[in-house]
């Protein structure tokens, strides 16, 4: 399966601890998004990136929240000092190098922050 | 106001009938629209994606845009229970990289 893979599918928190969520697009997808997804509400987007390059971070949040896509390896979203609020699904999409329209989304993350 | 609009629903059909789903956008520049499927605890799944005014057919879905009214539908014919899920409508807006979601329409086919 060359789907997206994102990386832990649920991941549980305390208060004030990090948490780091991975992404791993198709292969021959060089475009990332991040989306999230709170209860009951839709998917809000977060951050675009490419290979070594944040292109669009309007979504993100302007404290504690950070993503990187390294030029090896899966993009990362790291929030610092997590808070209740933070629980919620987090989703990656990708889509290839010709178009950047069509987004294949990963299973998600779900964090709960306790 | 919202970039997308849906109506939440839930929207209850019975099986073999046909669904229609609805979605309003704000940002008259947009040139990309798509539905996606979402059933619950699971990741949206892209069903159909299109760019020009009229129809698109594609199986049992066909999605609808209207660039003048702003509005772009899915109807789903002969439903079946396993259509049963929350439908998100996705519109990539005038020099955006991202895309912009409804809150989703939960439908329901009633065996």
């Known amino acids: 399966n060359a789907g997206v893979m994102q990386n832990p599918r649920h991941l549980v928190r305390r208060r004030g601890q990090e948490a780091r969520l991975r992404c791993s697009p198709m292969?021959?997808?060089?475009?990332v998004y991040w989306y999230r997804q709170l209860p009951e509400e839709g998917l809000k987007f977060m951050v675009y990136l490419q290979k070594e390059n944040i292109i669009d971070e309007s979504g993100m949040p302007k404290e504690r929240f950070s993503a990187e896509f390294p030029k090896e390896g899966p993009s990362i979203l790291r929030i610092q000092q997590v808070v209740r609020g933070d629980s919620a699904a987090y989703f990656c999409?990708?889509?290839?190098?010709?178009?950047?329209?069509?987004?294949?989304f990963g299973p998600g993350t779900r964090l709960t922050v306790l | 106001q919202k970039e997308v609009e849906q109506n939440s629903g839930p929207l209850s059909v019975p099986e073999g009938a046909i669904a229609s789903l609805n979605c309003t956008y704000s940002d008259r520049g947009s040139q990309s629209f798509f539905w996606y499927r979402q059933y619950s605890g699971k990741s949206p799944e892209l069903i159909m994606s299109?760019?020009?005014?009229g129809d698109k057919e594609d199986g049992r879905f066909t999605a609808q845009l209207n660039k003048a009214s702003q509005y772009v539908s899915l109807l789903i014919r002969d439903s079946q229970p396993s259509d049963s899920a929350t439908y998100l409508c996705?519109?990539?807006?005038?020099?955006?990289?991202?895309?912009?979601f409804g809150t989703g329409t939960r439908l329901t086919v009633i065996p």
């Open positions: 996705a519109v990539r807006g005038t020099g955006a990289n991202n895309l912009f």
């Open positions: 299109i760019y020009s005014n």
């Open positions: 292969k021959g997808h060089s475009h």
């Open positions: 999409a990708s889509s290839p190098p010709i178009s950047t329209d069509t987004q294949y």
